[in-house]
């Protein structure tokens, strides 16, 4: 799915570079998160998760920082790639007891070789 | 991988006309999902689908959308009428059992004239 996205925030890295994108979620009661990445024309794919009882989650070359005080979500990047260039979403689980999902609005990330 | 699948992949309808967008969800999934995604806006929550029923559904989802497991591998979702705003990508989703991830198809592209 395209995201033109207009009005999109977008973060701009040179290769090589860390990559932090950063979340605001607004519901005190989520206890799961997820990062998806979304290339253009493509649906969104999972990158990593983290459930509210933790605040640190580390994958391949991703970490995901959960920080509950203040509401707020962490993705980064190590070591960015112009493989990495996508739209990056955060959604999170309301806890209402079946797995939806409220999603952000998205950060544009832009990898320059 | 095991991946969902979606078709058509682009949809061109008159307004009106009923539409049913097809999904073949992972084959051992047993949570369904249907979102979408406005051009250049976020990701949102329709429906899900568990055992055979509506677990829950957004104010989107009104009584021109239903849902639809027709038999052991295709998950459908139909809009009856449809409007200029329902024009966006829409997205089926699937999750196993006791599993928050949820894995998404590469989307349908509809788009009411």
């Known amino acids: 799915g395209e995201s033109v996205g207009l009005h999109l925030p977008t973060l701009s890295v040179q290769e090589g570079d860390n990559s932090i994108i950063n979340c605001a979620y607004s519901?005190?009661?989520?206890?799961?998160f997820i990062w998806y990445k979304q290339e253009s024309g493509k649906g969104p794919q999972f990158i990593i998760d983290?459930?509210?009882?933790?605040d640190k989650r580390q994958g391949q070359r991703v970490t995901v920082l959960l920080n509950k005080t203040v509401k707020h979500l962490s993705l980064q990047i190590a070591a960015t790639q112009p493989g990495d260039s996508a739209v990056y979403f955060c959604a999170e689980n309301p806890g209402t007891g079946f797995q939806k999902l409220v999603f952000g609005t998205g950060t544009r990330l832009l990898v320059s070789p | 991988e095991p991946e969902v699948t979606q078709t058509p992949s682009h949809q061109v309808t008159q307004m009106g006309q009923e539409v049913i967008l097809r999904c073949v969800p992972i084959s051992n999934h047993l949570y369904f999902y249907w979102y979408r995604q406005i051009l250049g806006q976020k990701v949102e929550f329709l429906v899900s689908f568990y055992n055979n029923e509506i677990s829950e559904k957004s104010e989107i989802f009104d009584d021109q959308f239903s849902v639809e497991r027709p038999d052991g591998s295709n998950f459908t979702l139909k809009i009856r009428s449809t409007k200029l705003e329902d024009s966006a990508m829409y997205f089926c989703?699937?999750?196993?059992?006791?599993?928050?991830?949820?894995?998404f198809g590469q989307g349908t592209r509809l788009t009411v004239v």
């Open positions: 983290i459930r509210s009882n933790m």
């Open positions: 989703a699937s999750s196993g059992h006791g599993e928050l991830e949820a894995f």
């Open positions: 519901n005190s009661a989520s206890d799961y």
